[in-house]
């Protein structure tokens, strides 16, 4: 499948915009298909990009999850960058004075509390505000567009909003950012001026192995695309005292610790008969994260078919597994951040909704049944049909 981004797109419009001076936000993720990095690619096309914004880990997209990020100078470009995760997360009127417009161009995981989803909302919001035309050059989505495959919680946006999770979306969304920022614009910001440039030749049943012959890592964890798939539902280790697997090779392709009985684990999850994944007991190493130089017992989850896997109903059922199954050593945790200092209540910011870890002590039984009701989005699929671009 021959894949275009909507930075490709671009590159061929410089003689519209050959007098505008942009600020462009973006990171080193966010390449042409030929894996360009974009910034690079729009100078030498002859876009005058003045002004770089980067998000959460940096314009290198190397920095610790979490972790505040500084203001700098792009050794690539020479240009100036602006941090969104530092002393700020939305973009000041100063920050645009000199520029005519904002362009947009950021990968995304498919995921609600993915956060550069959330510095696109805040640069909107700046952009409405201050009058500065937006362009948002789009990228597929790497968990396909299956509406068919989101999951929620949806948002309870008035008790859990926060940088993970600012407005009310389903966890799993299904939707390229293009179609998000069109939905919000209608919605939340109309005097925003957004254009988006939509990405060619994807389309909507399309995963990334489908499209992207090699996968560009989004952060230090995000490091392949079986890890995209299963983090929207592995990414909730965060609120555990499980380590997710960072500072391995394959950060949230599984779980563990070192007291985990790993093997009944393993066989009461894969007894659980969940479609399109299958868990394996192994042992491993931390060298950052949770239990650091540790021996960990834990699963690691293998995607058999991603068009019928469900990430979040994994994730959720795999710890209650671990909650029922060793409730003495199981035990919910803080997970502090640049904006989440004391890190209180991660699991409510992740799933979306409050006390959430009342949920965990249902039985088994009735807990998968309240998982049905909350996972399911139909509304979502319904409002945002008129947004679709592919």
């Not at 394959?250 to 999850?269: E, H, I, S």
């Amino acid at each position: 499948m021959a894949v275009r981004f909507g930075v490709d797109i671009f590159l061929k419009q410089v003689l519209d915009y050959q007098h505008q001076r942009f600020a462009l936000v973006t990171n080193q993720a966010a390449t042409t298909a030929t894996y360009v990095p974009s910034r690079q690619a729009l100078l030498s096309a002859g876009y005058q990009i003045v002004t770089l914004f980067s998000p959460e880990h940096g314009l290198d997209a190397i920095g610790d999850d979490g972790k505040l990020m500084p203001n700098g100078i792009d050794e690539l470009t020479g240009l100036p960058i602006i941090s969104l995760y530092g002393d700020k997360l939305q973009p000041s009127a100063g920050d645009l004075a000199d520029v005519d417009a904002v362009v947009v161009d950021l990968p995304d995981v498919g995921c609600r509390f993915y956060t550069y989803l959330w510095t696109l909302t805040h640069v909107m919001e700046a952009c409405a505000l201050l009058q500065k035309p937006l362009l948002l050059l789009d990228r597929p989505n790497p968990l396909s567009g299956r509406l068919a495959l989101t999951e929620g919680p949806m948002l309870d946006e008035a008790v859990c909003s926060s940088f993970i999770g600012r407005w009310r979306m389903p966890l799993r969304h299904a939707c390229t950012f293009g179609e998000l920022a069109t939905y919000w614009q209608q919605q939340r910001l109309p005097s925003l001026n957004l254009t988006v440039i939509k990405a060619e030749g994807w389309h909507r049943e399309a995963f990334a192995q489908d499209w992207q012959p090699s996968f560009v890592p989004t952060s230090p964890a995000m490091v392949n695309a079986e890890a995209a798939l299963l983090y929207p539902g592995l990414g909730l280790l965060e609120a555990t005292n499980l380590s997710e697997g960072r500072g391995t090779a394959t950060p949230f392709q599984l779980a563990g610790a070192p007291w985990l009985d790993a093997n009944p684990l393993t066989a009461q999850f894969n007894e659980v008969g969940l479609s399109g994944v299958v868990g394996r007991a192994i042992t491993f190493t931390p060298q950052s994260g949770n239990y650091v130089g540790q021996l960990c017992r834990g699963v690691m989850f293998h995607v058999t078919d991603p068009t019928c896997f469900k990430p979040v109903l994994s994730g959720l059922l795999f710890i209650k597994l671990v909650y029922d199954h060793q409730p003495n050593q199981f035990g919910w945790a803080p997970y502090p951040t640049h904006v989440n200092p004391t890190g209180k209540h991660h699991l409510d910011k992740l799933l979306g909704i409050p006390d959430s870890e009342i949920l965990f002590e249902q039985p088994i039984s009735s807990f998968t049944k309240t998982l049905h009701k909350l996972l399911v989005c139909e509304a979502w699929v319904d409002e945002m049909r008129p947004y679709l671009l592919y």
